[in-house]
């Protein structure tokens, strides 16, 4: 027992070199661009390819390869929300309290990149209450990520008391006429399933 939590132990140091190579610029390659103007963070063009196909489409592009500058922007993203991308992509962690879940989701959409997907949707299934339900369930509409959709209508259909009578459900009805059918169709079932 004592071997293997020395050898985890040495992974986890192992591995943290990455992490290290990015906080520290070691023999950096392309430079990526917030869409908010801010500074360009230095990464490595191989993490960035591995990590998303879309990055890697990025790199080989014609536009890339005869930029003189070396870089690529990722116009959807700020400077704080891409620097939590690119730590995200060298040492794979997201703390619970990351306060860009929402862009970080939507960009885990766009750029082909489904570990993180799936931990912003476990982040946001988790965070679910009554004033952001139904925030979340348009968020899970963008990329039609049933999954997240389904926890979102069922947290609403729980909660259906105290979300309906508010003016932020009455705005949303009619802004979401078809979210709108799937929460009612979802609250019909389970009223069906207690009678």
């Known amino acids: 027992m004592a071997g293997y939590r020395k050898?985890?132990?040495d992974r986890e140091d192992f591995l943290?070199?990455?992490v290290t190579a990015f906080e520290e610029r070691i023999h950096t390659d392309v430079i990526v661009k917030p869409g908010d103007g801010g500074p360009g963070i230095p990464a490595h063009k191989a993490v960035l390819a591995v990590r998303s196909k879309v990055f890697s489409y990025m790199l080989d592009s014609d536009e890339f390869k005869t930029s003189i500058e070396g870089s690529i922007t990722i116009p959807d993203l700020s400077y704080e929300e891409l620097k939590t991308l690119l730590k995200f992509f060298y040492d794979?962690?997201?703390s619970f309290t990351t306060k860009h879940i929402r862009a970080l989701y939507l960009a885990a959409d766009k750029y082909d990149i489904e570990y993180l997907q799936d931990i912003c949707r476990e982040q946001l299934t988790y965070s679910l209450t009554v004033s952001n339900v139904l925030d979340i369930?348009?968020?899970?509409?963008?990329?039609?990520?049933?999954?997240l959709m389904t926890s979102a209508i069922d947290f609403i259909v729980i909660h259906m008391k105290e979300i309906v009578n508010s003016s932020k459900y009455k705005?949303?009805?009619?802004?979401?006429?078809?979210?709108?059918?799937?929460?009612?169709?979802?609250?019909i079932t389970y009223k069906g399933k207690r009678y």
Do not use: C, H
Not at 137 to 147: A, E, F, N, T, V
């Open 7 to 9: 050898r985890k132990l």
């Open 92 to 94: 794979g962690f997201l």
């Open 16 to 18: 943290s070199d990455i």
């Open 137 to 147: 369930l348009m968020l899970s509409s963008i990329p039609s990520d049933k999954l």
């Open 171 to 187: 705005a949303f009805v009619r802004g979401n006429p078809d979210l709108s059918l799937e929460i009612t169709k979802a609250y």
